[in-house]
C-alpha cells in the first residue's frame, strides 16, 4: 500500500541528498517529495560523494540549463574539488554551486565557491555560513549588496557583474573566508573564497563561465581532491 512514511534517499548513485539549507540529511517521503527534520519539506540539494567528471556530467544533466559557474581559465594544479544542484525532479532548478580548489604563493591552499541561486533558495547562505544565533534562518545575501559602487567585477558571459562583500563578522569562523554577492541573470551570485585573504585574487580580472555550454572542452578539466566543509 502506498505510504508517506519518509524514507532514505536513493543510493548507489555517487551523490548524497541533503537540506539546502542546513547540513541534515533529508528523507523522501512520496510524490518527490523531501523532507528536512528541521526545515520541513524542501527541494533536496545533490552533491556527490567524490568529484570527478562522471559526477559532473551527471551534474549537468540534473540541472540542464541553469548556470553552473566555474573561473576560467583553471590555474595549473587547480581542481574541481565540489559541485552541488538544488533541484526536485521534474521543477526548474533553484540553485547550483561548484568549487575548484589550489594553491596560491601568498594564501596556501585555497577553495573558491561560485553559487548561482534563485532569491529565497538559502544555499549561498549555507555556503557562506550566514547562519547566527541572532539569525538562524537568514537565506539571501542582506542590504549590503547594491550599496554604493561595486568594489569588486567579475566577467559572467563577457559582462561585467558587481559584487560587494557580505559580512560574517557575527557568524562563526568569521577569519577563515571572505563572501561577496551580486547579481547575474536574475539570480543571486556567491563568491565563497577560503581563505579570507584569498579575497586579493580578485584583483585580477576574473571570468566565471558557465561550464554547462563548454562541451568536449570539459573533459579537460581537472577533479579531485578534498571537498571544503560548508
Given at each position: 500500500?502506498?505510504t508517506?512514511?519518509?524514507?532514505?534517499?536513493?543510493?548507489?548513485?555517487?551523490?548524497?541528498?541533503?537540506?539546502?539549507?542546513?547540513?541534515?540529511?533529508?528523507?523522501?517521503?512520496?510524490?518527490?517529495?523531501?523532507?528536512?527534520?528541521?526545515?520541513?519539506?524542501?527541494?533536496?540539494?545533490?552533491?556527490?560523494?567524490?568529484?570527478?567528471?562522471?559526477?559532473?556530467?551527471?551534474?549537468?544533466?540534473?540541472?540542464?540549463?541553469?548556470?553552473?559557474?566555474?573561473?576560467?581559465?583553471?590555474?595549473?594544479?587547480?581542481?574541481?574539488?565540489?559541485?552541488?544542484?538544488?533541484?526536485?525532479?521534474?521543477?526548474?532548478?533553484?540553485?547550483?554551486?561548484?568549487?575548484?580548489?589550489?594553491?596560491s604563493?601568498?594564501?596556501?591552499?585555497?577553495?573558491?565557491?561560485?553559487?548561482?541561486?534563485?532569491?529565497?533558495?538559502?544555499?549561498g547562505?549555507?555556503?557562506?555560513?550566514?547562519?547566527?544565533?541572532?539569525?538562524?534562518?537568514?537565506?539571501?545575501?542582506?542590504?549590503?549588496?547594491?550599496?554604493?559602487?561595486?568594489?569588486?567585477?567579475?566577467?559572467?558571459?563577457?559582462?561585467?557583474?558587481?559584487?560587494?562583500?557580505?559580512?560574517?563578522?557575527?557568524?562563526?569562523?568569521?577569519?577563515d573566508?571572505?563572501?561577496?554577492?551580486?547579481?547575474?541573470?536574475?539570480?543571486?551570485?556567491?563568491?565563497?573564497?577560503?581563505p579570507?585573504?584569498?579575497?586579493?585574487?580578485?584583483?585580477?580580472?576574473?571570468?566565471?563561465?558557465?561550464?554547462?555550454?563548454?562541451?568536449?572542452?570539459?573533459?579537460?578539466?581537472?577533479f579531485?581532491?578534498?571537498?571544503?566543509?560548508?
Amino acid at each position: 500500500m502506498p505510504t508517506d512514511e519518509p524514507r532514505p534517499p536513493r543510493s548507489g548513485d555517487g551523490v548524497r541528498v541533503e537540506c539546502p539549507r542546513c547540513p541534515a540529511p533529508v528523507a523522501e517521503v512520496g510524490d518527490g517529495r523531501w523532507s528536512c527534520p528541521d526545515h520541513g519539506i524542501v527541494v533536496p540539494l545533490w552533491r556527490p560523494v567524490t568529484s570527478s567528471y562522471d559526477e559532473f556530467a551527471a551534474h549537468l544533466l540534473r540541472v540542464g540549463p541553469f548556470p553552473t559557474f566555474l573561473p576560467w581559465p583553471l590555474g595549473p594544479g587547480w581542481s574541481v574539488s565540489d559541485f552541488a544542484a538544488v533541484v526536485a525532479d521534474g521543477e526548474p532548478p533553484r540553485a547550483t554551486m561548484a568549487c575548484v580548489s589550489g594553491t596560491s604563493q601568498l594564501d596556501g591552499p585555497v577553495d573558491v565557491m561560485v553559487i548561482s541561486e534563485e532569491p529565497g533558495t538559502g544555499f549561498g547562505a549555507r555556503v557562506a555560513g550566514l547562519a547566527t544565533p541572532d539569525d538562524p534562518e537568514r537565506i539571501d545575501p542582506g542590504h549590503e549588496v547594491g550599496e554604493g559602487p561595486a568594489p569588486v567585477r567579475v566577467r559572467v558571459d563577457q559582462y561585467p557583474v558587481g559584487l560587494w562583500p557580505v559580512s560574517v563578522s557575527t557568524s562563526p569562523g568569521e577569519w577563515d573566508r571572505s563572501v561577496l554577492a551580486g547579481e547575474a541573470g536574475g539570480r543571486w551570485l556567491w563568491l565563497v573564497l577560503r581563505p579570507a585573504s584569498a579575497i586579493l585574487l580578485l584583483r585580477d580580472d576574473w571570468i566565471l563561465r558557465d561550464i554547462s555550454a563548454t562541451g568536449p572542452q570539459l573533459v579537460a578539466l581537472p577533479f579531485g581532491g578534498p571537498a571544503p566543509s560548508w
